[in-house]
């Protein structure tokens, strides 16, 4: 039986394995070499693959699984901690890209209609691209992918109510008002459905599912969970992405969300690929070849356009200029639901088969672009800071009078838990400390709690110079942003020579990095983890404390080297030779009526000699006799704590069985 769409499927995957096997050569993202098969693939290129319906419907999936993992990783209480970002900056970053394009629709003589429409489709951007790129960065919890994503998700729910716009823009008569009302109903049910699956239902199912230990009906479990949320999301008139995040929101708050991304990732990251292959095969390559000028033309217009706005939505509200331009570099491309959108707009002749090809060219563009700028959006946004005049970047808000005048204390950046559990440490011994955080909500409720932390941006070296960097002894980068670790610790070597800086990080890989920006020690938690478990497998083996310190103090004065590499030279002096394999210990209580033992001390009962076997303590009725004797006296119903080899202690045990049985 042959299946068209599995020869597709080789012919795409084996393409793309050739493409970007040779882009990873040249150093180029794999999400470009994607969009490059799609390319050669397509109706444009080669035109390799006919099932092209069934290939989108993968893509689909793809997107969905995408989502899915991003609303894994987060939970409901991030998601209502950031709403003002989701309806406050993503309104703002929607209605501004909204009205410029129909100022520049206007100047290119589209009507009204033509160019709000235009607005729609170019203030949306591309929620696989971006998040993908993001999580490859392990930037999604970073201050600036917080944002990125709020916006995302603004713009996931505002293109239901554009696309019930958009025939009326067409001048079809439809009650719009109606639509919107019952969309919003169904909103307010979705959010119910949500809250009462996350706190009730899901996690008592997944209970009962990870009790069976079967993989995989834990797998299938979570893959039914995510489709089911997606295709009720969609039937109610929402997108699929959407609803496979909130799908993700429901897992997340229960303990089991790590083991389902486990489980999605390897399928997501396959899927994910058919999305990308699918929208390299939208490209007319006649079409952009013929009109190359004003394609590029009209690229770095929707770029500046984007970029400025979305810089404006994330600065207005009240975040630093760096972190605003970090998310202007992230969301200035077109996104996969414009596509969707598009198609509306040109069944409904809003747009031209003309204006169409442009829209598809130029987003494919952005699209193509975004990896490279959005990895080095930390370079333009340092350049920048350095470019404008003094007092032109946002200024931070300068701690209170008493922070600038502490002296010999701890500056530590960050206040997730890490930095949390430094400040408590500070404040129990005694010492002074400052704190610096992002997020603006954290610090209000810090500080009503008496915390002296600050909000600002430790990127800008005059907000580490309010926290007195230069007469600290010690600081802490504490924070989950690893590019933005390596700046801050290079701006506290720039401001002072003398403090001692211990930075964060995730993996081994960025320790030497950060040692070049100027740190005195990195932390990195993988190896950390490592020593903390190895050193309890010394503890069994009954190696002296005094070694074990010895051993960690080696291995961290020497920057972690000795874990890291394959000598064969021994970390301390051998294992104590002893045979402790198999010594034991027991619980064993004494029968009623035993005359061996009850009523007579151990030096009588010769327990020792006998058994070869060591009564560490007693149990008798509530009391605990730690202290054990040859005088002790054994009583009815004692519980006996012994040491000794197991063979000992069962022939011990056998022993009183018998005993209780001639009673």
């Not at 900056?89 to 394009?101: F, K, M």
Request: charged share 15%; aromatic share 8%; net charge neutral.
């Amino acid at each position: 039986m042959e299946i068209p769409l599995l020869a597709d499927i080789i012919v795409i995957l084996g393409l793309a394995v050739v493409v970007i096997l040779t882009f990873q050569a040249l150093r180029l993202h794999p999400i470009l070499g994607f969009l490059i098969t799609g390319l050669i693939a397509g109706p444009s290129g080669l035109n390799l693959v006919h099932a092209s319906h069934e290939v989108e419907m993968l893509s689909e999936i793809g997107v969905i699984l995408l989502l899915f993992i991003i609303g894994l990783e987060f939970s409901l209480r991030e998601l209502i901690a950031i709403k003002n970002l989701v309806f406050i900056g993503g309104a703002v970053q929607v209605v501004l890209t909204i009205l410029a394009t129909i100022l520049v629709g206007y100047l290119l003589g589209y009507s009204l209609s033509q160019s709000l429409f235009l607005g729609f489709l170019l203030s949306l951007s591309s929620t696989a691209i971006v998040l993908k790129l993001l999580q490859d960065r392990r930037e999604v919890n970073s201050p600036h992918g917080k944002i990125i994503l709020a916006i995302l998700i603004f713009q996931d729910i505002i293109v239901v109510p554009m696309m019930l716009v958009t025939p009326m823009l067409a001048g079809e008569s439809e009650d719009i008002l109606f639509s919107v009302i019952l969309l919003f109903i169904k909103g307010l049910l979705i959010v119910g459905f949500v809250y009462v699956s996350a706190r009730y239902l899901v996690p008592k199912l997944l209970y009962l599912i990870a009790r069976s230990r079967s993989k995989e009906l834990f797998l299938i479990s979570t893959i039914v969970i995510c489709l089911a949320v997606a295709v009720l999301t969609s039937s109610m008139g929402l997108s699929l992405s959407l609803g496979a995040f909130l799908a993700g929101l429901i897992i997340s708050e229960s303990e089991y969300s790590h083991e389902a991304t486990t489980n999605i990732l390897p399928f997501r990251e396959v899927f994910s690929s058919f999305f990308f292959v699918s929208i390299g095969m939208l490209l007319d390559v006649s079409f952009l070849l013929d009109h190359l000028n004003m394609v590029l033309l009209f690229t770095l217009l929707a770029f500046l356009v984007k970029s400025l706005v979305a810089f404006l939505a994330s600065f207005s509200l009240g975040y630093p200029t760096r972190t605003s331009i970090l998310v202007g570099f992230a969301l200035f491309q077109v996104g996969e639901f414009s596509f969707i959108l598009s198609k509306v707009g040109l069944e409904n002749e809003l747009i031209s088969t003309t204006t169409y090809q442009y829209f598809l060219s130029v987003s494919l563009l952005t699209m193509a672009c975004t990896p490279f700028l959005l990895a080095r959006g930390n370079f333009v946004a340092s350049l920048v800071l350095k470019l404008l005049p003094a007092g032109w970047a946002r200024p931070d808000v300068p701690p209170a009078k008493a922070h600038q005048e502490l002296n010999d204390h701890i500056v530590i950046i960050g206040y997730g838990i890490t930095g949390q559990h430094i400040a408590r440490a500070a404040r129990k011994v005694g010492i002074p400390y400052n704190i610096l955080e992002l997020n603006a909500e954290t610090v209000r409720r810090e500080r009503q709690k008496g915390e002296p932390i600050v909000y600002g941006d430790a990127v800008h070296s005059i907000m580490l110079a309010h926290l007195g960097i230069t007469r600290a002894r010690v600081a802490v980068v504490a924070i989950s942003d690893a590019k933005a670790t390596k700046q801050i610790v290079a701006n506290i070597r720039h401001l002072s020579s003398s403090v001692h800086i211990i930075a964060r990080t995730m993996f081994v890989l960025e320790m030497e990095e950060n040692f070049r920006m100027g740190a005195d020690e990195v932390i990195p938690e993988e190896l950390e983890t490592s020593i903390e478990i190895f050193t309890r497998v010394l503890h069994k083996y009954l190696v002296p404390k005094d070694d074990i310190m010895a051993f960690i103090d080696r291995i961290r004065a020497g920057n972690y080297n000795m874990m890291r590499s394959f000598s064969a030279e021994p970390l301390f002096p051998r294992l104590p030779e002893i045979e402790l394999a198999s010594m034991t210990t027991a619980a064993l209580k004494v029968p009623d009526g035993n005359k061996e033992i009850v009523g007579r001390s151990l030096q009588e009962s010769d327990i020792r000699e006998k058994y070869g076997i060591t009564i560490l303590a007693i149990k008798r009725k509530d009391i605990t006799l730690e202290t054990v004797t040859r005088n002790t006296h054994i009583e009815p119903d004692d519980v006996l704590y012994v040491f000794g080899r197991r063979e000992s202690i069962l022939e011990f045990e056998k022993a009183l069985k018998i005993v209780e049985t001639a009673a």
